[in-house]
């Protein structure tokens, strides 16, 4: 009784001090990822965490992962109280900081090469909130992948970054985070709720092959179609008044749109490949 009396004060303690959301879920969490510099088969891979270790009497979650560019186990650790994240180098035999959510606006945070042999310092770009979570941009720097135009690196409170977990690099970031679940739960999806990306295919669905992203936006809102299948295709967007804001009758297979100049609120898209409607849906502009 005395055992399940302090374990229970223990628990309240945590939730009480802890001031930032965790990465992970109670029992398991699963991060779907476009990896590092696959451009010809643009394919996703899985990085699912279930189990902890300890290394140098600190407790880490670990991945067995079979990603081709970092062939050996993940361990990460955080502290929610401080917000910090961390990912040990079995060949360094350190750990390195990934993320930090105390950051506020015009701070410095090391961003890491590749090998951990070097470090770069970017500066926090801006500071905000979304659905409660803290969001971290950084100036001048982007993920840069194969089927996306560049995306701002972000740091997001309950996620980690928008390039997953393992993104550092020597040079561009080329790794995105396509989503993020928690006990089977998925709490975090870059592509319309689509947690896995093949490069090549046709439609199997009539939006299959088109991607909106940010979504909510802050300046530029994307519309990726890679759907195998030659049309012409073409987008419009009205404001919750039903007023026409944007008409593109000859989009590509990558288009970006400035909305940074857009009042926040609700926005409505149609896509349309002919005279057909593949997708359609709303846009929260922050």
């Not at 009497?57 to 990603?67: A, I, N, V």
């Not at 940010?214 to 073409?234: A, L, Q, R, T």
């Not at 404001?239 to 288009?255: A, K, P, V």
Request: proline fraction near 1%; aromatic fraction near 14%.
């Amino acid at each position: 009784m005395r055992t399940l009396l302090i374990t229970m004060l223990l628990l309240i303690s945590i939730a009480m001090y802890s001031q930032y959301e965790s990465i992970f879920g109670d029992s398991v969490t699963t991060f779907n990822i476009i990896p590092h510099g696959i451009c010809d088969a643009v394919t996703t891979e899985e990085i699912v965490f279930r189990n902890d270790t300890v290394i140098n009497s600190k407790t880490y979650k670990y991945s067995e992962t079979g990603l081709f560019f970092y062939n050996d186990t993940i361990f990460v650790s955080e502290d929610t109280v401080s917000g910090k994240i961390w990912l040990f180098n079995r060949d360094k035999a350190r750990e390195y900081i990934i993320a930090d959510f105390s950051l506020n606006k015009g701070e410095a945070f090391l961003l890491y090469s590749y090998n951990f042999n070097d470090s770069t310092s970017i500066k926090v770009d801006s500071v905000y909130n979304i659905d409660g979570r803290k969001h971290i941009r950084f100036e001048n720097k982007y993920i840069e992948t194969c089927v996306v135009s560049p995306v701002g690196l972000e740091l997001i409170e309950g996620i980690g970054s928008n390039a997953g977990i393992l993104y550092n690099s020597d040079h561009t970031i080329s790794s995105l985070l396509l989503c993020l679940q928690k006990d089977d739960e998925k709490v975090y999806s870059f592509f319309d709720d689509k947690c896995f990306y093949e490069s090549v295919g046709i439609l199997d669905s009539k939006d299959a092959g088109v991607f909106v992203y940010p979504n909510p936006v802050i300046d530029f809102f994307n519309i990726i179609i890679d759907s195998g299948i030659e049309h012409e295709y073409c987008v419009t967007i009205y404001n919750s008044n039903g007023r026409l804001l944007i008409e593109d009758n000859n989009i590509g297979s990558t288009n970006n749109y400035d909305m940074l100049s857009f009042d926040s609120g609700i926005y409505y898209y149609t896509i349309k490949a002919g005279a057909k409607i593949i997708k359609s849906g709303k846009i929260i502009k922050e």
